[in-house]
């Protein structure tokens, strides 16, 4: 409720909003979702997305990210798979004023960060499912949005199901137990790629056709076809055309599903030498 209604008030004040994700197939799934969902269902354009260098950054937000995010005079970060363990970081951002919610869903370190709203099922004593994605836990702060809006329960229902693809496959590629929830989840995602493939974005439904997959899409396809490539950027280079793809819903896609077919042959070679 707390990082919902600070959510709220940022659009209201039409603050600048900066998501801060992960380089994976979770942290960008995750981005994707609630950035789009902010945008396009939401109407607010005053929100980007920053992601790690893996190799110059390492894992998670640094403070320099922070200074670079002041400097850009953003106000609210909104963190998506990953920052349950910064504490340091939390408390230089409080101290320089920047409002953090924290979403994640890995184990917290014996203290947690200091933060409007920490969501993770880790630390929730009263969320009795603990297995979500960093993806999952990002759609249940879109169903919480959701929730407090004022849309009609048929457009509601739509968003849901818009979103439900993209968290599958976040769930499947971070390869987190197919029980509970997640297994819900998926079965549903699943089920709206293969028989209502007119209700998921565009770009996925393009993504999905250039990697001409040619029996239904299982979580086979997604753990190896459609998750390795979108992990690929984010390994060699930078995950920010990783997400393009999924935003993408025009004739540009191509160029950048076809880099991603480049990277990942790349990533391939790479892994073939090293083994």
Avoid at 49 to 64: A, F, H, I
Avoid at 220 to 241: K, L, M, Q
Wanted: with cysteine.
């Amino acid at each position: 409720d707390k990082g919902v209604a600070r959510i709220i008030d940022a659009l209201k004040r039409q603050e600048k909003i900066m998501i801060f994700g992960d380089y994976d197939v979770d942290g960008v799934t995750s981005s994707y979702c609630i950035y789009t969902f902010i945008t396009k269902f939401l109407w607010y354009k005053n929100i980007s997305v920053m992601y790690p260098n893996r190799l110059q950054d390492g894992y998670g937000l640094k403070n320099k990210h922070l200074d670079e995010m002041k400097k850009k005079d953003i106000n609210l970060i909104i963190t998506v798979d990953n920052w349950i363990t910064s504490v340091n970081e939390a408390e230089y951002a409080k101290e320089i004023g920047l409002d953090l919610v924290i979403t994640d869903h890995h184990h917290a370190l014996e203290k947690v960060p200091q933060a409007i709203a920490v969501i993770n099922p880790q630390v929730s004593p009263n969320y009795a499912f603990k297995g979500l994605a960093g993806v999952g836990v990002a759609f249940k702060l879109i169903n919480a949005l959701l929730s407090k809006s004022k849309f009609i329960n048929e457009k509601r229902k739509q968003i849901f199901n818009y979103f439900l693809p993209i968290v599958a496959i976040g769930t499947v590629a971070d390869i987190v137990p197919l029980v509970g929830e997640n297994r819900v989840i998926v079965k549903r995602g699943l089920e709206i790629i293969n028989k209502n493939p007119e209700l998921m974005p565009k770009s996925l439904a393009g993504f999905l056709a250039a990697l001409n997959i040619k029996d239904k899409v299982d979580t086979y396809h997604i753990g190896f076809v459609i998750g390795p490539r979108i992990n690929a950027w984010g390994r060699i280079e930078s995950p920010y055309d990783s997400l393009r793809i999924l935003l993408c819903e025009t004739d540009d896609q191509l160029q950048y599903i076809e880099k991603i077919e480049n990277i990942n042959t790349e990533r391939r070679r790479l892994q073939d030498k090293a083994f």
